[in-house]
């Protein structure tokens, strides 16, 4: 099946910083798609970008598709940015989403 | 408000036991997933179903069962059969298999 990579696996901020999360993956994807687990568990979907760049307020992410990698920034981390940060990818339509083992986050005051 | 709700957010059972986990959208979804998450690991895919009535094996099934009788309920039963049953497990459900998934609060299993 298809490998997901993400790096760093953990990550350690001040306040105000900003980050950048990458996710690898072995094959073509035609859905690649980013979470963020909070402290208590709750999965939120960020991003749903098979390829290009998309913007949400103080985060963003990139897909290069034919290079296999996606990156998830996050600019002027607050501390509400903590916890994993999980992508996921599809190979072929039908086929299963394949999480990645995730990027912890620890934004500190 | 739309959403995926899970329940109970705790349960608690002894070894042996088959318990029932329950999963409930109102997103008119036609796809929906039960995930496992050990602690510190990513999310592992039990079961998944495109369409009522119909349902397939993810990665991990063994020990588990599932029903999709309605489009907007999709149980999870943890037979006494799973080995290490003890998780966190994470309900989602799509509108369409490739496309946004979005999660269920979740339910944190202890069997002792």
């Known amino acids: 099946g298809i490998q997901v990579e993400q790096s760093p696996p953990d990550l350690i901020l001040q306040e105000g910083a900003n980050s950048t999360l990458r996710c690898n993956f072995s094959?073509?994807?035609?859905?690649l798609q980013w979470f963020h687990q909070n402290p208590w568990g709750q999965l939120i979907n960020l991003f749903y970008?098979?390829?290009g760049t998309k913007q949400n307020g103080r985060l963003s992410a990139t897909t290069v598709a034919t290079e296999r990698y996606s990156l998830l920034y996050i600019s002027s981390s607050q501390t509400t940015d903590s916890g994993v940060y999980f992508c996921?990818?599809?190979?072929?339509?039908?086929?299963?989403?394949?999480f990645g083992e995730g990027t912890q986050l620890t934004v500190n005051p | 408000d739309g959403g995926i709700t899970q329940s109970p957010k705790y349960l608690f059972r002894k070894e042996g036991q088959n318990v029932t986990l329950s999963c409930e959208q109102n997103l008119n979804h036609d796809a929906m997933y039960w995930y496992r998450q050990d602690p510190g690991q990513g999310l592992r895919l039990i079961y998944y179903s495109q369409i009522v009535n119909d349902f397939q094996k993810g990665d991990i099934a063994e020990g588990y069962s599932v029903s999709r009788e309605k489009k907007e309920s999709f149980p999870l039963t943890v037979t006494s059969a799973q080995k290490n049953p003890t998780a966190f497990y994470l309900c989602?459900?799509?509108?369409?298999?490739?496309?946004?998934?979005?999660f269920g609060n979740g339910t944190r299993l202890t069997v002792t």
């Open positions: 094959d073509s994807v035609n859905n």
């Open positions: 970008i098979p390829s």
């Open positions: 996921a990818v599809e190979k072929t339509s039908g086929s299963r989403l394949t």
């Open positions: 989602a459900s799509s509108r369409r298999q490739d496309l946004p998934l979005h």
